[in-house]
């Protein structure tokens, strides 16, 4: 699978979405040809919820799946940094770590929109996260661009 990563925002940069992707392939098949992780500010991430989701509030996550009936699959992760940054508690790493997970979760079919799938989705990020440690797949590398 091709990955493609796009950093717009203008505080950090993000690398190492590939391999993260490449590995939780292993561990939740999706069986894409192509899929771009998008790292955003929160105006974007709240146009895009706006104009895809009819709701222009701030969210952690995006994903647009593959057209089921197209040749070539092709998906996006769209991942809020601005969102990560209001739990401190957690290293940024980690909690886009976790954002990228959940992407992928929802790109393999899981949802998390009633209770009882939403149950679901928390126990796999969790064995997701614990196979990416197995696996010893590295976090994703943060890069502070201001001064």
């Not at 091709?2 to 561990?27: M, P, S, W």
């Not at 959940?102 to 790109?107: E, R």
């Not at 969790?126 to 201001?146: G, H, M, T, V």
């Amino acid at each position: 699978m091709q990955c493609d990563t796009y950093n717009g925002h203008a505080k950090y940069r993000v690398d190492g979405a590939e391999e993260i992707l490449n590995t939780l392939e292993q561990f939740a098949p999706i069986n894409y040809d192509e899929l771009s992780v998008a790292f955003l500010d929160e105006a974007a991430i709240c146009d895009l919820h706006a104009k895809f989701l009819n709701n222009p509030e701030s969210t952690d996550v995006i994903t647009f799946p593959a057209d089921e009936n197209e040749d070539y699959r092709v998906g996006e992760i769209c991942i809020s940094i601005d969102e990560a940054l209001k739990y401190p508690q957690y290293a940024l790493k980690d909690e886009l770590t976790l954002y990228l997970v959940h992407g992928w979760l929802h790109l393999a079919g899981y949802d998390d929109i009633d209770p009882k799938d939403r149950l679901v989705m928390r126990e796999m990020e969790q064995k997701a996260l614990s196979f990416l440690n197995q696996q010893s797949c590295s976090r994703l590398a943060i890069e502070s661009l201001s001064a």
